[in-house]
């Protein structure tokens, strides 16, 4: 769970993946795309890029040092990359809900066509880090054909981006409901507590507003771009 910060965002310490190469010789993350979610990086250290991909533009690949900050719309697949040992503030829209359930890792077409083997893949995580890297891997295999067509075949590349995004967007129709819900507990409950503040101030008494904030609940994870500590631990690990 996310940490209640301001505005309902979801705010992680994101160090990207680099304990070795991935296939195409690149350190970096998995490459995914969120469909409701809207994300952000500032660099903290070292050094990285951003590589985005979004049906207006196509590819474009943005350095990240400390001070950089970098954001990006839903819909735009991205991969993180680290060139130095590149740590990153994450910030994210809808109280995290990118890291669940508003994500979808680029494995390539044919894994998209069968459920059992996305699912394989994607839960190769819960091995742990050597999990984590080796469905890093797969997702980088399939990445670098993606970049194969945009070196070679624009339209192609179009057509497979939108092919991509277009399976993404069934999944999340198809869990509306628990979508739903984390909007309404993120920056829905944000608004709404904003709105019962205001109410509160009519009693005239600071003690009218006391409580409004809860202690998150926050657990280190294996993410898709690399080790994620949500911000309530950034003081252990930063």
Same mark, same amino acid.
């Given at each position: 769970? %996310? @940490? !209640?910060?301001?505005?309902?965002?979801?705010?992680?310490?994101?160090?990207?993946?680099?304990?070795?190469?991935?296939?195409?010789?690149?350190?970096?993350?998995?490459?995914?795309?969120?469909?409701?979610?809207?994300?952000?990086?500032?660099? $903290?250290?070292?050094?990285?890029?951003?590589? $985005?991909?979004?049906?207006? =533009?196509?590819?474009?690949?943005?350095?990240?040092?400390?001070?950089?900050?970098?954001?990006?719309?839903?819909?735009?697949?991205?991969?993180?990359?680290?060139?130095?040992?590149?740590?990153?503030?994450?910030?994210?829209?809808?109280?995290?809900?990118?890291? !669940?359930?508003?994500?979808?890792?680029?494995?390539?077409?044919?894994?998209?066509?069968?459920?059992?083997?996305?699912?394989?893949?994607?839960?190769?995580?819960?091995?742990?880090?050597?999990?984590?890297?080796?469905?890093?891997?797969?997702?980088?295999?399939?990445?670098?054909? $993606?970049?194969?067509?945009?070196?070679?075949?624009?339209?192609?590349?179009?057509?497979?981006? =939108?092919?991509?995004?277009?399976?993404?967007?069934?999944?999340?129709?198809?869990?509306? @409901?628990?979508?739903?819900?984390?909007?309404?507990?993120?920056?829905?409950?944000?608004?709404?507590?904003?709105?019962?503040?205001?109410?509160?101030?009519?009693? !005239?008494?600071?003690?009218?507003?006391?409580?409004?904030?809860?202690?998150?609940?926050?657990?280190?994870?294996?993410?898709?771009?690399?080790?994620?500590?949500?911000? @309530? =631990?950034?003081? %252990?690990?930063?």
């Amino acid at each position: 769970m %996310s @940490a !209640r910060l301001v505005g309902g965002i979801g705010l992680t310490l994101l160090r990207i993946y680099d304990q070795r190469p991935g296939p195409d010789g690149v350190t970096a993350g998995c490459a995914h795309v969120h469909a409701l979610t809207g994300e952000a990086y500032f660099g $903290l250290s070292g050094e990285g890029a951003l590589e $985005l991909h979004d049906v207006d =533009r196509g590819f474009r690949r943005v350095t990240i040092r400390p001070g950089t900050y970098v954001q990006f719309p839903p819909g735009t697949l991205h991969r993180s990359v680290s060139t130095n040992r590149c740590e990153v503030l994450a910030v994210m829209g809808n109280a995290g809900l990118a890291e !669940r359930g508003d994500a979808r890792i680029y494995f390539g077409a044919d894994v998209d066509a069968d459920p059992q083997r996305y699912e394989a893949l994607r839960s190769l995580v819960d091995r742990g880090l050597d999990g984590a890297l080796e469905r890093r891997d797969a997702s980088a295999r399939a990445y670098q054909q $993606l970049m194969d067509l945009w070196e070679k075949d624009h339209a192609a590349y179009f057509a497979e981006l =939108r092919r991509f995004l277009g399976k993404h967007h069934e999944t999340i129709v198809a869990n509306r @409901a628990s979508m739903e819900d984390a909007i309404r507990a993120g920056p829905l409950r944000e608004a709404q507590d904003a709105l019962e503040l205001l109410t509160a101030l009519d009693s !005239r008494s600071p003690d009218a507003v006391a409580g409004a904030w809860r202690e998150p609940e926050t657990e280190p994870v294996l993410g898709m771009c690399g080790m994620l500590w949500q911000v @309530a =631990r950034l003081d %252990s690990h930063a």
